[in-house]
T-cell receptor, first 109, second 115 residues
Framework: KQEVTQIPAALSVPEGENLVLNCSFT??????LQWFRQDPGKGLTSLLL?????REQTSGRLNASLDKSSGRSTLYIAASQPGDSATYLC????????FGPGTRLSVLP | EPEVTQTPSHQVTQMGQEVILRCVPI?????FYWYRQILGQKVEFLVS????????KSEIFDDQFSVERPDGSNFTLKIRSTKLEDSAMYFC?????????????FGPGTRLLVL
């Protein structure tokens, strides 16, 4: 059974810092991995999708990497802004979509 | 930009009542999903739907749940006899083709409260 974990559970950084969020999964038989952002009480916004054959994807200040063999993905956020404050979820698509518990990010002005 | 929509945004119901949650997926998408998130917990997969039938379902998706695509645009989740523990945010999602391996786009959710 696929298990997805995310470290850290919460992170608070000053504005302008670069940061890395980590996601680990136990079963490497996946089709893809997707990173989402969730604002309090709101839905999920897709940030990046990495197919299992890819190593990384970039969108603006975001860069996600995937090491399928070791069961890890990272989300790198460059030059963080207060508007980046949210919970970041990774989800692994194998037999079905399994979500991690999320990292709650606070970017302080 | 196309988006997934869900109605209602909030629903309050009495235990034992039936509820129907509605979703309009992105128009050219072929795969449809329901997820739920109990307050403070992980997002959990419920069911996926393709070609007018369930393709995968989780242990949570028991006999009290059903899904339907009654017309060309709507995708519904029915809970037959609600329980207190069904209180959660329910998200609908859709994706294009390629065996469901494309980006999933989520709706804003329906917050269900069972009293």
């Amino acid at each position: 059974k696929q298990e997805v974990t995310q470290i850290p559970a919460a992170l608070s950084v000053p504005e302008g810092e670069n940061l890395v969020l980590n996601c680990s999964f136990t079963d490497s038989a996946i089709y893809n991995l997707q990173w989402f952002r969730q604002d309090p009480g709101k839905g999920l916004t897709s940030l990046l999708l990495i197919q299992s054959s890819q190593r990384e994807q970039t969108s603006g200040r975001l860069n996600a990497s995937l090491d399928k063999s070791s069961g890890r993905s990272t989300l790198y956020i460059a030059a963080s802004q207060p508007g980046d404050s949210a919970t970041y979820l990774c989800a692994v698509n194998g037999q079905n979509f399994v979500f991690g518990p999320g990292t709650r990010l606070s970017v302080l002005p | 930009e196309p988006e997934v929509t869900q109605t209602p945004s909030h629903q309050v119901t009495q235990m034992g009542q039936e509820v129907i949650l509605r979703c309009v997926p992105i128009s050219n998408h072929l795969y449809f999903y329901w997820y739920r998130q109990i307050l403070g917990q992980k997002v959990e997969f419920l069911v996926s739907f393709y070609n007018n039938e369930i393709s995968e379902k989780s242990e949570i998706f028991d006999d009290q749940f059903s899904v339907e695509r009654p017309d060309g645009s709507n995708f519904t989740l029915k809970i037959r006899s609600t329980k207190l523990e069904d209180s959660a945010m329910y998200f609908c999602a859709s994706s294009g083709g390629s065996g469901g391996q494309e980006t999933q786009y989520f709706g804003p959710g329906t917050r269900l409260l069972v009293l």
